[in-house]
């Protein structure tokens, strides 16, 4: 296909690498991002294989191992006793299974690696400061004096205005859990936690994931209970209610583990929303990828790699295709994108389940999960953790 003009709404993780996807095949590509400067605050991300893979690809190889910690292991703790339940060894074991490290970082630093890499990139323009509305999207390239696009992929997250361009797309419904997300010095947690580890303490309907950030000398900490729905929303400065509910919820929590919640800093409180299954394109050259699409929640750490694993595979699946072929090709990425993306909720789901189990449920998962090798629990992600994205 020769080259042709891409529109993207959003410069998240998934309009960021979208651009770059199509960049490198020679496109042009306009970033339309609301937000005055890209910053975000005290929050981290854990990077499967499956997504580091296809950063390297897109050449952040470099930045991305300067920025991110490749933890040892993921270790399953009780939150009740801090009995370790099992664990999946990572570092050297899962790059060499999986092919692609797996890593931990701040979310912001990996905004601004990719920010870096659009700016250097001449191909893209990132046009920040122009918040659209979804009647305004179809007049964007003449705003931007651009000509009309082959494709306007809305990359605006949960509360998308592209989606409402999309006849039979869902909407978000609140998930019924929330997160506090904070950070410790490493110092602080030591007593609890090996801080060289992903460590998630499972509790009675909540659980708590640690893991290192800033070079290993702070904790990232994001802990998830049931909570109620707050309406339209995004991540908040905590109030004094939701400490007292995140203390309530987290009540029968070995005391070592509640008082890291009592005395942490500052924490932002997230409601988990999730876009159930719909359409994500509307045959007309629009299309919708990453939270915009088929928001999650983030009990098996995947938003963000598969918003990676949607940009990459969209542009590659565009590129193919011939000029005329464009919505044929369009509708095959999102059949077989939504066989991946149904995997990876199911896991989610899976998770949530494990993780917050309580009485005989809890007992019989210690049981098996006490039998089970860290190899052989490292073999069920594989379908997950080793997949190549199309055009790998
Ligand atoms: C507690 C928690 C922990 C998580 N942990 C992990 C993890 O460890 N690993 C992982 O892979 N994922 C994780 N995730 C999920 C991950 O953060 C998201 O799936 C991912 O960031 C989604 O990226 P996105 O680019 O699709 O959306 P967003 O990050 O929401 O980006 C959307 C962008 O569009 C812009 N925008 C929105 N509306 C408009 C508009 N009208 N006009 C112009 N611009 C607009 C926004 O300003 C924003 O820049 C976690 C999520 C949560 C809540």
């Known amino acids: 296909m020769s080259a042709q003009n891409i529109t993207i709404v959003g410069a998240g993780i998934a309009g960021l690498v979208t651009a770059l996807s199509f960049a490198r095949k020679g496109h042009e590509v306009d970033i339309i991002e609301q937000a005055q400067a890209l910053s975000e605050v005290g929050a981290g991300l854990q990077i499967s294989p499956n997504a580091s893979r296809i950063l390297i690809d897109l050449g952040l190889g470099n930045s991305l191992s300067k920025a991110m910690i490749c933890p040892h292991q993921i270790t399953l703790v009780s939150g009740l006793s801090l009995r370790k339940i099992a664990h ?3 570092g050297t074991f899962a790059a060499a ?7 931990v970082m701040h979310r912001a630093d990996l905004q601004a690696m990719l920010i870096e890499a659009v700016k250097s990139q001449s191909r893209c323009r990132l046009h920040l400061n122009q918040r659209v ?3 305004t999207i179809p007049t964007l390239p003449e705003r931007l004096g651009r000509p009309a696009p082959l494709l306007t992929v809305g990359a605006d997250g949960v509360w998308s205005q592209t989606r409402h361009l999309v006849p039979g797309a869902n909407s978000p419904r609140f998930s019924g859990q929330v997160a506090w997300r904070f950070k410790m010095p490493a110092d602080g947690v030591r007593a609890i936690l090996n801080p060289g580890n992903v460590t998630a303490f499972l509790g009675t309907n909540t659980h708590l994931v640690a893991y290192p950030i800033e070079n290993s000398t702070a904790i990232n900490m994001v802990a998830i ?4 729905d707050p ?9 004094p209610t939701d400490r007292v509910n995140l203390l309530e919820a987290f009540r029968e929590s070995h005391p070592d583990l509640l008082s890291i919640l009592r005395d942490a800093p500052q924490m932002t409180w997230w409601p988990l929303f999730e876009v159930p299954d719909g359409r994500w394109s509307n045959d007309a ?29 969209l542009a590659q699946a565009v590129s193919d295709a011939a000029e005329d072929e464009v919505r044929q090709a369009v509708t095959q990425y999102e059949t077989r994108r939504r066989i991946r993306i149904g995997r990876a909720r199911k896991r989610a789901a899976f998770n949530r389940f494990a993780y917050h189990a309580r009485g005989p449920v809890r007992l019989g998962r210690d049981l098996l999960l006490a039998v089970k090798s860290p190899e052989s629990l490292a073999s069920d992600l594989d379908w997950l953790y080793g997949y190549r994205a199309a055009g790998l």
Not at 233 to 239: L, Q
Not at 287 to 311: C, N, S, Y
């Open 285 to 313: 050259g629009t299309v919708l990828i990453g939270d915009a699409a088929h928001a999650m929640t983030p009990f098996a750490a995947q938003g963000a790699a598969m918003a990676i694993e949607d940009g990459y595979e």
């Open 225 to 228: 209970a049931r909570g109620a």
């Open 97 to 103: 299974r999986w092919g692609a490290p797996y890593g």
């Open 133 to 135: 509305e979804s009647a």
């Open 231 to 239: 309406g339209q929303t995004w991540a908040e400065r905590e109030n």
């Open 88 to 90: 999946v060894p990572c």
